[in-house]
């Protein structure tokens, strides 16, 4: 049993697309996320048994949901796209947790929606796999993300460029609004639907936010601490389009991001990106054009259109300082430092350039500062000794702060692929360790040690692919 209530269901109909799931022949349960399912106050019991794999599959649609495809638009590597929307994911309903927190159950992959363009609808077990290592990965480190609470094998095949085997993702969130969702209104004029919706979002995200300008401002003031996040563990986001931006702050769509092994600044892995738009050291850049994007949206609801521009314009232009200060809280912290002052910004960031210079690990380097090992990962270690010696001059460093704040193991990339690949083959063994080592990322277990090791040269991924 699934208590539903879907505020979202009730806002104005051609807000969504009501849909039902698509049946799948073959079940099976690939992961469930009994801790998850706590959380939120359902039965992890129930979702394992029979009736609830229908559930997860699409099979059967429980009492109380009432399944719907969000509309959305989007800015794509920068080019507006009017009508994207969710193509190959059914939000089921909403659960009201015990402590009264509200959160999306969605089921990603299961089948065609009126917004699936050419595509199926469907998803194969490897971005199914992905999306749950790292965004659990990612919740385990404490970063505001969508949650995975179960994986299934669908038991037929999708056809991409060979067939592959289906699967589909249980994603939790707070919500999967986005700011595609605003655009999708305002590009169509639609001021009572863009009313209504900012009404849900202030509601349910930020009940303390006056109008759409203190939305904006909260908006804001969630996706700077978000990117830091991002930034303090070497992530690429990788489709930081405007689609794929949760206006709630939580990352969303683990399509393409990969973390660093190596630390360079211009790093992208994403095969679509060729102009490198999405690289590690673009991402705050990029939030700012997209909340841009945002309050462009929100202007026709604040009044006086001169006076709403200049105050918009004002909220997007706090980003920067709301950023630098959670850039400076994260990376102070994965020094050792509790009580950062502004000169603890340069000595971070002077790490960061000899890091690059010394091809340096970024999380071996970090998580090294702790045992003295740091220096290991450089290639000219007297460089990285003349930044430890002033880095010592600033005082003790705060063992438990770092240890919290530099993950021992990280969802590497060839890692990733050496559990999709196993996956294909029918072992999931590896897909369970893999997941084990990084939602206990500080954690030192012998069994856990190989998933820290950096990847050999002829085991690194270049590249990697949207996979739908
Ligand atoms: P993404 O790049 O994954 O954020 O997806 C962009 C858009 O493409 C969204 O509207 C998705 O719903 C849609 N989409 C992606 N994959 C599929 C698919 N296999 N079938 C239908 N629509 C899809
Ligand atoms: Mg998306």
Redesign the pocket.
């Known amino acids: 049993m699934i208590h539903f209530d879907n505020s979202y269901a009730r806002l104005p109909e051609r807000m969504f697309a009501r849909q039902p799931p698509t049946a799948v022949p073959g079940p099976e349960l690939l992961a469930l996320n009994r801790p998850l399912a706590a959380r939120l106050g359902l039965d992890a019991d129930w979702l394992a048994s029979d009736e609830g794999l229908a559930v997860l599959a699409g099979n059967a649609v429980p009492e109380g949901a009432a399944p719907l495809a969000q509309a ?1 638009a ?1 800015h ?1 590597f920068g080019g507006f796209v009017p009508q ?6 059914l939000l089921l309903g909403e659960v009201v947790a015990p402590d009264g927190a509200r959160f999306d159950i969605q089921l990603k ?1 299961s089948g ?2 009126p ?9 194969w077990l490897g971005p199914v796999l992905r999306e749950y290592i790292v965004s659990e990965f990612m919740a385990a480190m404490g970063v505001p993300t969508t949650r995975a609470l179960a994986a299934v094998a669908t038991g037929e095949p ?1 056809f991409r460029e060979t067939p592959l085997p289906g699967a589909i993702l249980t994603r939790v969130a707070s919500s999967h609004i986005r700011v595609g969702t605003f655009q999708f209104f305002a590009v169509r004029q639609d001021t009572d639907a863009l009313r209504a919706l900012t009404e849900h979002v202030i509601a349910r995200h930020y009940p303390e936010a006056d109008g759409p300008l203190g939305l904006l401002d909260a908006v804001v003031a969630a996706q700077a601490r978000t990117v830091a996040q991002w930034m303090a563990l070497g992530f690429i986001h990788g ?1 930081m ?1 405007t ?2 931006m949760a206006v709630s702050g939580e990352t969303i ?1 683990y ?1 393409p991001c990969a973390f660093m092994d190596v630390f360079h600044p211009e790093t992208v892995f994403s095969s679509i990106d060729q102009g490198g738009r999405y690289a590690w050291i673009n991402q705050p850049q990029i939030a700012v054009w997209n909340l841009a994007q945002f309050a462009t949206c929100l202007i026709p609801l604040m009044g006086e259109r001169q006076a709403a521009i200049e105050a918009a314009t004002e909220s997007v232009h706090r980003f920067p300082e709301a950023y630098e200060a959670a850039w400076l809280e994260r990376f102070a912290a994965k020094l050792g430092i509790a009580d950062p002052r502004e000169q603890d910004r340069a000595l971070a960031e002077r790490l960061l350039v000899v890091m690059a210079g010394g091809e340096a690990d970024f999380t071996r380097t970090f998580a090294g500062l702790a045992d003295g090992t740091a220096r290991d990962e450089f290639r000219d270690p007297a460089r990285f000794d003349a930044w430890a010696a002033e880095w010592r001059r600033r005082g003790q460093p705060d063992a438990a702060l770092m240890a919290a704040a530099n993950p021992r193991r990280i969802p590497r990339n060839h890692r990733i692929e050496a559990v999709i690949d196993a996956a294909r083959e029918g072992d999931r063994a590896p897909f369970h360790a893999l997941f084990d080592a990084v939602t206990h990322p500080r954690e030192d277990r012998a069994e856990w040690d190989d998933f820290a090791r950096a990847p050999a040269p002829q085991e690194r991924v270049r590249a990697t692919f ?1 996979g ?1």
């Open positions: 959305y989007g794509q994207l929307g969710d193509g190959r994911a992959g065609r929606t917004f699936s363009r050419g595509g199926d609808g469907k998803a999708v489709v389009n689609d794929n769509d399509g949207c739908t």
